[in-house]
């Protein structure tokens, strides 16, 4: 999916720039990132490109994605399935189009529904 590139933040109506990761991850942090010089709400950058990887993300949206990759990781994972096919799965349980399924995509409700989706799951699995 082609994402727009960011240029104002849709949080606090900040400037976005385009900047290396450290600026806001320390000095250890590579790559590039998009991120708004009031708030530092971010998205980061494809390597090589000035593509962005998601959506801006302020911290409170930033974490709910990182739980819902850990529950979703854990899906695909001990399911012998692949990344690529485990977002297959998710398109249809969430009825989205795979090439907008990403959790690098969601809102928080959306990443809710994901926690949901997958926790829900993993329990069918472990009473089988």
């Known amino acids: 999916m082609n994402l727009k590139i ?19 991850h320390g000095s250890k942090a590579r790559g590039k990132i998009y ?12 390597k ?12 409170v949206l930033k974490l709910k994605r990182q739980e819902a ?11 012998g399935l692949t990344r690529s096919e485990a977002y297959s799965w998710l398109a249809g349980q969430m009825s989205l189009p795979k090439h907008r399924t990403h959790i690098a995509y ?7 529904e994901v926690i949901h989706i997958c926790r829900d799951h993993g329990n069918e699995k472990e009473a089988a």
């Open 6 to 24: 960011p240029e104002v933040c849709e949080y606090c109506g900040g400037r976005v720039k385009l900047t290396d990761a450290s600026e806001l």
């Open 69 to 79: 990759h850990r529950v979703f990781d854990a899906i695909w994972k001990t399911q």
């Open 106 to 112: 969601f809102n928080i409700a959306q990443c809710d």
């Open 35 to 46: 991120l708004c010089t009031n708030c530092n709400a971010s998205v980061g950058v494809h």
């Open 48 to 59: 090589g490109t000035d593509k962005p990887m998601g959506t801006l993300a302020n911290t």
